[in-house]
């Protein structure tokens, strides 16, 4: 059967990488990103903020979503419509990464509290960053916009 070129042009090639809510996992979330992003027109500055999103939502999970024990990270990756996206799920505790509030720099460095400002610069770097909980599990889907060739 042949397909022509807008069938082609709709299908999408998902990448899929399950991690351990570990900190040991981190060069595997890495190298997941370079495998993913390899190839694509995207300057230094680009990928670093990317990078810095898609790990910053990774430390929070390994963090915070698993209190009792470890569990899995489920990430996926594909390109639509001239964006790369990213989706994170686990199934750790209900999270909304969106109703955080921007933090008070000046009072976290009186207080000496630290948190709150690596959710904020990943929603800051994307172009997209959604929520939703779906069958028990936290999902957070990022994307950022690529540019023209």
């Known amino acids: 059967m042949k397909v022509n070129s807008e069938q082609e042009k709709d299908k999408i090639k998902m990448k899929t990488l399950r991690v351990l809510s570990d900190m040991e996992e981190i060069d595997r979330i ?9 190839g694509l027109n995207i300057s230094e500055s680009d990928y670093y903020q ?6 910053e939502v990774c430390i929070n999970i390994i963090q915070y979503a ?4 470890k569990g899995e990270i489920f990430l996926k990756s594909w390109q639509k419509g001239g964006r790369i996206y990213f989706e994170i799920r686990d199934s750790g505790v209900p999270f909304d990464p969106r109703k955080i ?8 460095i009186k207080n000496g509290k630290v ?3 690596g959710i904020l610069l990943s929603r800051e770097f ?3 960053f959604d929520y939703k909980r779906e069958n ?5 889907t ?3 916009k690529l540019k023209e060739v």
């Open 50 to 55: 990317i990078e810095v999103s898609l790990l």
């Open 136 to 140: 028990n599990q936290n999902v957070v």
């Open 101 to 108: 509030e921007k933090p008070d720099i000046n009072e976290s």
């Open 126 to 128: 994307m172009d997209g």
């Open 142 to 144: 990022i994307y950022r």
């Open 115 to 117: 948190g709150g400002f």
């Open 30 to 38: 890495r190298s997941f990103l370079r495998e993913n992003l390899g």
């Open 66 to 69: 698993y209190p009792q024990d």
